[in-house]
Each structure stands twice: as structure tokens, then as C-alpha cells.
């Protein structure tokens, strides 16, 4: 006896309700307010409104800069550990767990606790200076300091973040058959040339995977850039939340959020398109 065809329906309609009420019905709500002209019938006005924002330039600048940085240093970093990972024979749990202990910092925290670090009188200022090496209180994090400022923040999202792309590339290294290791081991492959020809091609898509959600995370970065910089150093994500908040303005708000998800979606694709691989290239 087979089962009616309405059960599979049935049963995922709880989650598809819940991420329709949590998801889809608050992402068309801001989508309509950023078209929303105030009772005017010019529906680009918060965009207008956005474009010429002081900081707007800046934001878009900052954004990318730290996407460009973070994320290519992060794959490097995880790669590099994932590849460690694979060649220990014992204790390779008790590593991984260590090395995704930041992944139970929330984004605030984390911030937090570099500004510990890096504040005026934070830890890094008092060990310089009992080395001799600073005279007194140094700023890293203002305005006058942008690049100290933002060599903070690049750190204090490597050290956040990185074992999101660790946990991703681990899984796919887990999905390679050992037998091609194996078979280029007999044939007298050299690790590097074993790893460029046959690894990598193999964990493309879990790659691609990495980057993609790394990437969209990366945009959408702003507790980190909040708790060590605050506006000194404007993003987009936080350029919305001045907008919500500080100006309560939610047209111009819902604008910014929305040119972040269309960033999203783009480097989504574009990720999509130049790591496609095909089907009988998968392992």
C-alpha cells in the first residue's frame, strides 16, 4: 500500500510556513518600503536619498575592501587547516573543536574582546609598553588611524569567522574516496601535484559552498566593525542601522538593506557560475 501523495506536502509545510513568516513575508515588506515615496509618486526617492548620503561612498568602499580581504585570507587559513586536519592520525577532533571554539562568540562579543585588545588602554598597548616599545597610550581604533582600525577589524573577523569555511571544506574533504589518494600515491604523484589535479577539482564544490556563504556573511558584517570602530569606519550594514535607528528613517534603511541582499545575490552568482563544475567531475 503506498502512501498519499499529499504526506511529503504535509510534512514540510510546518518549515515551509516558518520560513515564509520569518523570511519571506519580512523580505517583501522591505523590499515595498524601500519603494515607498512618503504619499509622493517618486518610488526612488529613498534611493536617491541613500545614493547622496555622506558616507554611502565610503560604506560601498569599506565593504568591499574588507569582503576582498577577509574572505581569500579566510579560504587560504581554512584550507591550510583543513589540510593539517587530514594528515593527523590522533587528536584531529580535539582540534577542530578548539579551532571552532569562535563560533560560539556572537559578533558583538568578538568585537569586544579585540577592543580589549586593542584600546588605548587595552592589553596590546600595556604589553608594548612595558617592552619599551611605546611611550604611552597609543590609538589604534579612531579616525586618525584608519589603517590600524581596519587591520583590527581584519583580525578580529579572520579569528571570528574562519572556521565557518574550516567546517564546510572539512565536510568536503570527508566526501573524497581515499582511493584516489591512493592511486596517485602508486603512480608516484607528489603531494602538490596530487592535491592541485585531484583534490582540488574534487573539493570545488564545497569550496564554492564556503565562499558563498562566507562571502554573504562578510557583507552583511557590522557588530564586529560597530564594537572596535563604531562610525568611524561606515559599512553598509551599519549605514542601514544609522538609518533605522538614528535617524528613523526606514525607507532610506530598507534601501540599504536591500542593495546588500542584491550584492549577495550577485556574488552568489557569480561564485555559482565560475566554480560550476560538472556532474562527473563529483565525487
Do not use: C
Not at 569562535?102 to 588602554?121: E, H, I, R, T
Amino acid at each position: 500500500m503506498t502512501a498519499p501523495r499529499w504526506i511529503p506536502y504535509a510534512l514540510i509545510a510546518p518549515a515551509a510556513l516558518f520560513l515564509a513568516a520569518l523570511f519571506i513575508v519580512p523580505l517583501v515588506q522591505t523590499i515595498l518600503l524601500s519603494f515607498d515615496g512618503g504619499g509622493t509618486p517618486d518610488h526612488l526617492a529613498n534611493y536617491r536619498k541613500m545614493a547622496g548620503d555622506l558616507n554611502f561612498t565610503l560604506a560601498i568602499r569599506n565593504t568591499f575592501l574588507l569582503v576582498g580581504v577577509v574572505v581569500p585570507i579566510q579560504l587560504a587559513l581554512a584550507m591550510g587547516m583543513a589540510v593539517m586536519l587530514q594528515k593527523m592520525s590522533t587528536g584531529r577532533d580535539i582540534v577542530l573543536w578548539i579551532w571552532t571554539i569562535p563560533l560560539g562568540v556572537s559578533d558583538l562579543a568578538a568585537g569586544l574582546v579585540w577592543l580589549a585588545l586593542l584600546q588605548n588602554s587595552g592589553y596590546l598597548n600595556t604589553v608594548l609598553f612595558q617592552l619599551g616599545l611605546l611611550d604611552g597610550p597609543t590609538p589604534w581604533l579612531n579616525a586618525e588611524t584608519p589603517v590600524t582600525l581596519f587591520v583590527g577589524i581584519v583580525l578580529a573577523e579572520i579569528w571570528r569567522a574562519t572556521a565557518v569555511v574550516l567546517i564546510v571544506l572539512v565536510a568536503g574533504f570527508q566526501l573524497i574516496p581515499k582511493e584516489y589518494s591512493e592511486a596517485a600515491e602508486v603512480f608516484g604523484a607528489r603531494s602538490w601535484t596530487a592535491f592541485r589535479l585531484i583534490t582540488l577539482p574534487l573539493l570545488k564544490p564545497s569550496i564554492q559552498s564556503a565562499l558563498i556563504l562566507r562571502t554573504v556573511l562578510a557583507f552583511e558584517v557590522f557588530a564586529v566593525v560597530y564594537a572596535l570602530g563604531g562610525r568611524n569606519m561606515p559599512v553598509l550594514v551599519g549605514e542601514a542601522y544609522a538609518w533605522q535607528y538614528e535617524n528613523q528613517n526606514y525607507g532610506v534603511a530598507a534601501a540599504y538593506a536591500v542593495l546588500v541582499m542584491v550584492i549577495s545575490l550577485a556574488a552568489t552568482v557569480v561564485y555559482l557560475y565560475a566554480l560550476r563544475t560538472r556532474p562527473e567531475t563529483q565525487p
